[in-house]
């Protein structure tokens, strides 16, 4: 499956944000989305997942509240909604699809580690300003 994200840019703290990310040359609904982000010197983190075939999400802690991810099967692509961005927020976000034997949410699960997701898309930038 392909991954093209879109939707970054230039954004004022407290502004809000939708990422997309288009998901291509694969059923959709046979992976879960992950949103990743990384900021210059730290490493990538999974923000928010979201399994499209049946809805499951979840989220870090550090977004919960902030950020919601959802998706739309019929147009294959997931979105993550950024409110009351921060500056700690600026970071390339990356989204990702995994797919294996189990169930789709199963890549939702907060044991799941970043290498099980087998396809990346190029990023998008956010920065926030202060």
């Known amino acids: 499956v392909q991954l093209v994200e879109s939707g970054g840019g230039l954004v004022q703290a407290g502004g809000s944000l939708r990422l997309s990310c288009v998901a291509s040359g694969d059923s959709f609904d046979d992976y879960a989305i992950g949103w990743f982000r990384q900021a210059p010197g730290k490493e990538r983190e999974r923000v928010a997942c979201?399994?499209?075939?049946?809805?499951?999400?979840s989220y870090a802690d550090s977004v919960k509240g902030r950020f919601t991810i959802s998706s739309d099967s019929a147009k294959n692509t997931a979105y993550l909604r950024i409110n009351s961005l921060k500056p700690e927020d600026t970071a390339v976000y990356y989204c990702?699809?995994?797919?294996?034997?189990?169930?789709?949410?199963?890549?939702?699960?907060?044991?799941?580690?970043?290498?099980?997701?087998?396809?990346w898309g190029q990023g998008t930038q956010v920065t926030v300003s202060s």
């Open positions: 990702a699809a995994a797919r294996g034997p189990g169930y789709p949410r199963y890549y939702c699960s907060d044991y799941v580690v970043e290498s099980e997701y087998n396809f």
């Open positions: 979201i399994a499209p075939s049946d809805g499951t999400t």
